[in-house]
């Protein structure tokens, strides 16, 4: 466990720093109002302040903690499906459309994790998805226009 919590800190810092890389490339304020980079470059100090507070923990916790990870049991067979069920939105995305992918993913995820019936998984991941869209759309004046049907 010490070894997965150090290369996790590892990776997310690294990830982390990028997106502070890419996020000073954004133009920057403008009057007083902040530029499209500052959220994701909140984003990744947390990131890495997260990653830091996992190492010092780890650190300070020392051997005694340390115990095996079982990379097959049941929830981490679930964190798989959720990884490969996000790749498989974000190259969906684009080509089907927010409101159709993202219904159908909520729906999935609900369905899988929850055991609820599916009209109800259905309802859930249909009003979620569109106070999302509405709330970035409409509310917020995000442009949310890609993919083929919405």
């Known amino acids: ?3 997965a919590n150090f290369i996790v800190s590892g990776v997310f810092t690294a990830f982390a720093l990028l997106i502070i890389a890419l996020s000073l ?3 920057p304020s403008n009057h007083g109002v902040p530029g499209p980079g500052i959220f994701p ?3 990744a100090a947390l990131i890495i302040i997260s990653a830091v507070a996992l190492l010092i923990t780890t650190l300070i916790a020392g051997p005694k903690l340390d115990s095996k990870i079982d990379l097959r049991s049941k929830n981490i067979i679930n964190v798989y499906i959720t990884m490969a069920g996000l790749v498989v939105y974000t190259v969906l995305l684009p080509m089907v459309g927010f409101i159709t992918t993202t219904t159908v993913m909520l729906y999935l995820y609900i ?5 609820r019936s599916w009209w109800k998984c259905a309802v859930i991941s249909l009003l979620f998805t569109l106070a999302i ?3 970035f759309g409409l509310v917020l004046n995000v442009p949310m226009r890609f993919g083929l049907v919405l």
């Open 41 to 43: 470059f909140i984003i």
């Open 25 to 27: 490339t954004f133009p």
């Open 1 to 3: 466990m010490r070894k």
């Open 111 to 115: 369905r899988w994790f929850s055991k």
């Open 133 to 135: 869209y509405f709330l």
